[in-house]
T-cell receptor, first 110, second 115 residues
Framework: NAGVTQTPKFQVLKTGQSMTLQCAQD?????MSWYRQDPGMGLRLIHY???????DQGEVPNGYNVSRSTTEDFPLRLLSAAPSQTSVYFC?????????FGPGTRLTVT | AQSVTQLGSHVSVSEGALVLLRCNYS??????LFWYVQYPNQGLQLLLK??????LVKGINGFEAEFKKSETSFHLTKPSAHMSDAAEYFC?????????????FGAGTQVVVTP
């Protein structure tokens, strides 16, 4: 049981490049979400999903896309990276008693 | 709309002293309340949560928090700080209508423990 895994751990992009942050969980949780963490702002919800095929926007969805084709995976796509997207990204999976967070992806956009 | 405020972005405590981290929420209906801890370069770990049972909630690592509806607060305490408590702490809320799926976080409090 690996919990919530995220890849890559670190990534540097140039402005305008695209990439996908991967998130997977092996706990059969229906509810998954993506947060970004910025200094002095805590974590802010980007997108979430209540099950395969169902996604919705959170507090800061602009510039990000998500899809949920399986229960296990919830990738986050940046279509055209901007310096404002430099952040640490956390994926979370909600169980019956708590949310489980992945180790994070540190993204720098230059 | 709900919000959560953590008073103090940095707190320094001596080893063995009381740790007190403040959290206030703004919501017309008391939400679910959580405290998370984040160690350097790691994800978040749940310390404790308040759903609807006892107002004094005990968590891991000797931490506890008390829900006070009249003060809209959920302050986190630990009687005696250890060096290992040095980390960033986040208070979070979730509306009861959402079954604590969407968390709204405070800005965080960095705790430094001095010998």
């Amino acid at each position: 049981n690996a919990g919530v895994t995220q890849t890559p751990k670190f990534q540097v992009l140039k402005t305008g490049q695209s990439m996908t942050l991967q998130c997977a969980q092996d706990m059969n949780h229906e509810y998954m979400s993506w947060y970004r963490q910025d200094p002095g702002m805590g974590l802010r919800l980007i997108h979430y999903s209540v099950g395969a095929g169902i996604t919705d926007q959170g507090e800061v969805p602009n510039g990000y896309n998500v899809s949920r084709s399986t229960t296990e995976d919830f990738p986050l796509r940046l279509l055209s990276a901007a310096p404002s997207q430099t952040s640490v990204y956390f994926c979370a999976s909600r169980g019956q008693s708590e949310q489980y967070f992945g180790p994070g992806t540190r993204l720098t956009v230059t | 709309a709900q919000s959560v405020t953590q008073l103090g972005s940095h707190v320094s405590v001596s080893e063995g002293a009381l740790v007190l981290l403040r959290c206030n929420y703004s919501s017309s209906v008391p939400p679910y309340l959580f405290w998370y801890v984040q160690y350097p370069n790691q994800g978040l770990q749940l310390l404790l949560k308040y759903t609807s049972a006892a107002t004094l909630v005990k968590g891991i690592n000797g931490f506890e928090a008390e829900f006070k509806k009249s003060e809209t607060s959920f302050h986190l305490t630990k009687p005696s700080a250890h060096m290992s408590d040095a980390a960033e702490y986040f208070c979070a809320v979730s509306p009861r209508t959402d079954s604590w799926g969407k968390l709204q976080f405070g800005a965080g409090t960095q705790v430094v423990v001095t010998p």
